[in-house]
């Protein structure tokens, strides 16, 4: 029903920049959040950063100053951009949303792309 198509991740050296994008389709009624995960290997999923449809972001600390979070709703996006990485931000990275599937229902659901890689290294 929702699709979450992810693009941008790759290998940079320590310090340098990514952008991650992820576009969401399908058949839903609107998007309530969408975000990026990231799971190191051996660690748990994280959230990096997610932002609502009004606009308002939420960080980590670890990434707050050197992450952006943009979303274009027009275009169901979502912007990742990455300043400053780190070697320990190697992770592959995964964009969710939450949507509203039906005009006629509250229920929200949450989707998950399949996961982009970066990659920094020392």
């Known amino acids: 029903q929702v699709q979450l198509v992810e693009s941008g991740g790759g290998m940079v050296q320590a310090g340098g920049s990514l952008r991650l994008s992820c576009a969401a389709s399908?058949?839903?009624?609107?998007?309530?959040?969408m975000g990026w995960y990231r799971q190191a290997p051996g660690k748990q999923r994280e959230l990096v950063a997610q932002?609502?449809?009004?606009?308002?972001?939420t960080l980590a600390d670890s990434v707050k100053g050197r992450v952006t979070i943009s979303g274009d709703n027009a275009k169901n996006t979502v912007y990742l951009q990455m300043n400053s990485l780190k070697p320990e931000d190697t992770a592959v990275y995964f964009c969710?949303?939450?949507?509203?599937?039906?005009?006629?229902?509250?229920?929200?659901?949450?989707?998950w792309g399949q996961g982009t890689q970066v990659t920094v290294s020392s």
């Open positions: 399908g058949n839903f009624f609107s998007i309530d959040k």
């Open positions: 932002i609502t449809s009004g606009g308002s972001p």
């Open positions: 969710k949303a939450v949507v509203r599937l039906d005009s006629r229902r509250p229920n929200m659901y949450q989707y």
